[in-house]
């Protein structure tokens, strides 16, 4: 469970950042691109916004285009603040540097729960609209 300090912590950071020269344009240029393939839409941030970190674990899961993590039934959306982050959508996984993670996979993730305004964070890959937040902003991944 998330302690009330933490989300509070998280929340402050997030809302003190500002959105960032780039990002629109990014998009608009196709750049975003990259965290976008069949099967699941990425959303993906600068590897410095996931802030405090908590850990949760549970087993990668597509919820429509959305990846999540599925605890016993509980999904929470992810957002990936993790650098050279991307969707293998043929081999239906998620490529976190020089690592794969298959779904059905059971990890565990560093960051923290983040149920503020998603236009309040500088996105690399903005969130599709069917994968809006809450999200847990993933720092660091790991089997488990």
Not at 52 to 69: E, I, P, Q
């Amino acid at each position: 469970m998330m302690r009330p300090l933490l989300l509070a912590s998280l929340l402050l950071a997030a809302a003190c950042q500002p959105a960032g020269p780039g990002v629109a344009e990014a998009g608009a240029r196709g750049e975003a691109a990259e965290g976008v393939a069949a099967g699941a839409v990425l959303a993906l941030l600068p590897p410095d916004a996931a802030g405090a970190t908590a850990a949760a674990s549970g087993v990668l899961a597509l919820d429509g285009r959305c990846l999540v993590l599925d605890n016993r039934g509980s999904r929470t959306r992810l957002a990936f603040a993790t650098p050279a982050t991307t969707w293998d959508g043929a081999a239906g996984a998620l490529r976190v540097g020089g690592r794969s993670f298959r779904l059905g996979t059971r990890v565990a993730v560093g960051g923290a729960l983040f149920t503020g305004a998603a236009d309040r964070l500088a996105w690399v890959a903005p969130p599709v609209a069917e994968c809006a937040g809450p999200f847990w902003i993933v720092s660091s991944i790991e089997p488990g």
